[in-house]
């Protein structure tokens, strides 16, 4: 397991994630064509998959530890990245500015990846290459290969960079629990019965928008929420 201390917070990265960033970034394409093009890009995208959710899980951690205190450290796993607090005070407003400062932060990383799409390319080209980059796809980078042939690996990067944040910062804000989303409307929804059902019928319509697209990652993870809100809403007394 890789353990290193950022910005004074402990952060651990289990193998299992780089195995599912390799999945999500078009590991099997790269094996079966054995092109050295897809599993650059594979690499680039496990490259920015890991600096995304750490930024992500970071912006958690900073502003949760600057408004609440406590003990703070990250873990990135299978299944993304959780910043996990302990011994933290908050009223109301700091907890959800912590919840909002993880895709705030995505969002901000989107927007400095575009800039840069802006700054080495010439207008027509970098609209084109930013319609292309959002488009959403199981794996990014397959498209954009298919799209300009002549790539070098900083645009690979970028391209990943710009999708992973946007479209993860986006589906992250869905109010669907243990999403931010899901985690922002707990903070305002009473009952816990209502707040899984919300969870529940956001999973149910996010599912079958995924099933026109093909999305197998996607709808996999958001069955899966859903099921957990299922299993909560059971057991929610109220
Ligand atoms: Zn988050």
Redesign the pocket.
Known sequence: MLRFTLFGIPVEVEPWFWLVMAFIGGGFAALQSSSPDLYMGVVLFMLAGFISILV??LG?ALTGWKLGGGTVWIRLWAFGGLAYQQGGRFDRRGRCAMILA??GAGLLLAALSIVAVFVIFPMPEALSRLSIYLRYTNVPHEVMLRFFPENKPIYGFLNSMIWVNVWWSML?LLPVFPL?GGQFMDQFVKSRKAMHKASIITCIVVVLLMLSNNMTMGIFFFAYFAYQNYMGYQQARS
Do not use: A, Q, R, T
Request: a negative charge; aromatic letters at 0%; zero cysteines.
């Open positions: 992500h899980e958690h993880g895709p992250n931010d």
